[in-house]
């Protein structure tokens, strides 16, 4: 396994994932449930949470053959905006080359979950306790040092748990790999769970296949530990 | 490759599972037998790579009659794509779940269940010289043959061949290129017009091993192939291997629109391009041809024609082989009525089964004797099937006739190739990596 380079070209672009993930679906959806509920309008509110969520109810799979005729070279839609937008030199195979394969499925999960990690922010954010929030603005305390002294401590316990969830769901990617590029083109965008897949389903190595197997369970079990570990020596009570 | 023992643990844990699932099925010999007297009752589950327009209806109409003069058996289909059907095909066997007949191609994918004992002997059925047998071209059976046993019904003849646009070749001047070198110059040609000169897809990895095997077949020796196909005889060290994959970079490169994009194209796309004349060329199977042809093309007004990819002059492979093989159906040596599947094949490969199958919309050119005509087949099929009769030599397909393992290296390897990211060289430094460790 050591001495096989798809399998380290998949975990890094697992690893790749966890990180992006992270910064989009944790801290990106974060801030940007801490902009909707401190708008005033219930209303609008609401519209935003339900917008954002929207991508969130679409299954991977069907995501993912959206995706792929946005990213086709001839007549997909990405390559259209950037010729109508007189940036043709930008305009390439999103899915059919090595050195983009693997972000471009990436950009698309990022799309379908920051939705929902958005809601589940809101509804943390919602939990705080307004009076914290009106002493804050009585003190004449400015919105980003409301959101980095009140929202995020009392947020903590959901940004662990999205942590973990996200990470560990990083890890664990598949069908948006499969539908997009079966790991290709050259084996670019493997990750470790559709290389597990070609090593037992189509390369007949099922003893393989196990072995990658493992690795999944063991990596994401000690990035949960590491993280429950972490979060309950920080956790503000209330 | 190093592995802790809780890993080789786990990984002959997953092979145990595997094989006692694949034998939980098992039946008592006397129900393998294809000669036993038919019961007519029970279900017979069929598994087909006809799923999805327009071949889908072809199974039901034939299960629907066979229900109907047997109204006591089931057929219960299982109907998958082109592209599905390697994965369910594995699933199934892997949970032991392997239906009555399934669909098969030739080379080491049919060997795999002939050696695994997930294929009943049909010799007595279907040898050369028994009544049905006699009924199919001799090739079409022997491409099942192993061991000197027949296991396999093969259902249609299949081959690959570049279709054209005769209305653009006519308009620009152009003859059906001879030689590989006159296709680039066509490409060229064709591209100065302003059209495509051939349209390729290659997100499914398996067009371009289309290309290369042919290419591989006019430039490597064909016992040279014939031994690198197996492991323990393979070196892959023929020159020719190298200069194959050259000769199909340059293809890629000079002729395709997509070019080093082409990984990320549906070969459909490519398909369509041709059938609506954007393309002049595409290359393509013969199952494709009255799909791409249909009255409502513009190709169908431009006219169809089709030519074998030209061999590059002074290669020292055959020049004169052709990529392709017939495709067929196993029958589960674990069935439990391994003789009413093999009626329900027969009933399947009647003439005038075999005829409807030729005929348009299926357009899928019968092994059946006589089954293929231009009464009951386009002009194009049936002229495609007069070809594939006269080939000195059918190569099969790359991928079916590798292990799985180089075929899956031959297949990422050729798309690191269209992407410049790989020299014909390192493809093939690969393939022999890959091959050495099948060993």
């Known amino acids: 396994m050591m001495a096989d380079p798809v399998f380290w070209t998949a975990l890094i672009n697992n690893v790749f994932y966890a990180v992006v993930s992270v910064i989009v679906q944790v801290s990106g959806a974060l801030a940007l449930a801490a902009v909707i509920e401190g708008l005033r309008s219930e209303r609008l509110r609401g519209i935003l949470r339900a917008t954002y969520f929207i991508p969130s109810a679409i299954s991977l799979t069907v995501a993912g053959l959206l995706f792929y005729f946005i990213y086709e070279p001839e007549l997909g839609l990405l390559n259209g905006l950037l010729d109508s937008l007189g940036l043709n030199q930008l305009t390439q195979a999103w899915l059919g080359q090595e050195n983009t394969a693997i972000w471009g499925i990436i950009a698309m999960s990022q799309w379908q979950g920051f939705g929902y990690s958005t809601l589940l922010f809101a509804v943390a954010i919602q939990r705080i306790p307004s009076e914290l929030y009106d002493a804050a603005a009585i003190d004449g305390v ?97 | 490759m190093k592995r802790r023992t809780f890993l080789t643990t786990a990984a002959a844990a997953a092979v145990v599972t595997m094989i006692s699932g694949c034998g939980s099925t098992a039946a008592a010999p006397s129900a393998a037998d294809p000669q036993a007297t038919v019961d007519y009752s029970g279900t017979l589950s069929v598994l087909t790579k006809f799923g999805g327009d327009p071949l889908q209806p072809y199974f039901e109409k034939i299960a629907k009659s066979y229900q109907k003069m047997h109204p006591e058996v089931k057929i219960q289909l299982i109907q998958e794509t082109d592209q599905s059907i390697k994965d369910k095909t594995k699933t199934l066997t892997a949970s032991g779940a392997l239906p009555d007949v399934y669909f098969s191609w030739t080379g080491n994918w049919a060997e795999n269940f002939v050696s695994g004992g997930l294929a009943a002997d049909l010799s007595a059925v279907i040898g050369p010289d028994s009544a ?53 110059g066509v490409c060229a040609k064709i591209k100065s017009a302003g059209y495509e000169p051939i349209a390729f897809g290659n997100k499914d990895g398996w067009p371009a091993l289309h290309f290369v095997q042919q290419l591989l077949a006019y430039n490597v020796p064909a016992a040279i192939l014939a031994a690198d196909y197996i492991p323990s005889t393979a070196k892959f060290d023929d020159p020719g291997y190298v200069k194959a994959l050259g000769q199909f970079k340059e293809l890629a490169d000079q002729c395709t629109g997509s070019g080093a994009q082409s990984n990320g194209v549906l070969y459909s796309t490519a398909q369509q391009a041709l059938a609506s004349g954007q393309a002049a060329m595409y290359y393509q199977e013969i199952l494709e041809f009255d799909n791409v042809d249909a009255p409502a093309n513009q190709i169908s007004k431009d006219g169809f024609g089709f030519f074998q990819l030209p061999a590059p002059s002074g290669a020292s492979g055959d020049s004169k082989a052709l990529e392709g093989a017939p495709e067929g159906y196993l029958i589960n040596a674990k069935s439990k009525n391994v003789a009413l599947a093999v009626d329900f094949m027969k009933f399947v490969t009647e003439k005038e089964n075999a005829s409807l199958l030729s005929s348009a919309p299926y357009g899928q050119p019968s092994t059946v004797l006589g089954a293929v005509d231009s009464s009951n087949s386009s002009a194009s099929v049936a002229a495609g099937v007069e070809q594939i009769n006269k080939a000195d030599v059918l190569v099969p397909w790359l991928d079916t006739a590798n292990v799985p393992d180089v075929a899956d290296t031959w297949l990422s390897a050729t798309e690191g190739l269209i992407t410049g990211n790989l020299t014909p060289s390192q493809v093939m430094d690969q393939v022999r990596k890959a091959s050495a460790g099948a060993k």
Do not use: C, H
């Open chain 2, 132 to 184: 049905w047998g006699k009924t199919f071209g001799a090739a079409s059976v022997d491409a099942f043959k192993f061991d000197g046993k027949y296991y396999g019904v093969p259902l249609y003849n299949d081959a690959k061949f570049m279709g054209y646009n005769k209305a653009i070749f006519s308009k620009l001047g152009i003859s059906v290129p001879s030689t590989f070198d006159e296709l680039l």
């Open chain 1, 142 to 238: 400015g919105g980003l040092k409301k959101f980095w002294t009140i929202t995020m401590p009392l947020t903590r316990e959901m940004t662990g748990l999205m942590m973990i969830v996200t990470v560990a769901g990083s890890f664990q990617v598949f069908n948006e790999v499969m539908v997009m590029t079966s790991g290709g083109p050259n084996n670019s965008s493997q990750v470790l769970g559709t290389w597990l897949y070609r090593s037992g389903f189509v390369r007949n190595d099922f003893g393989y296949a196990a072995a990658i197997a493992t690795v999944i369970f063991v990596v994401t079990i000690v990035l949960a530990l590491i993280q429950l570990w972490y979060g309950r020596r920080r956790r503000v009570e209330w």
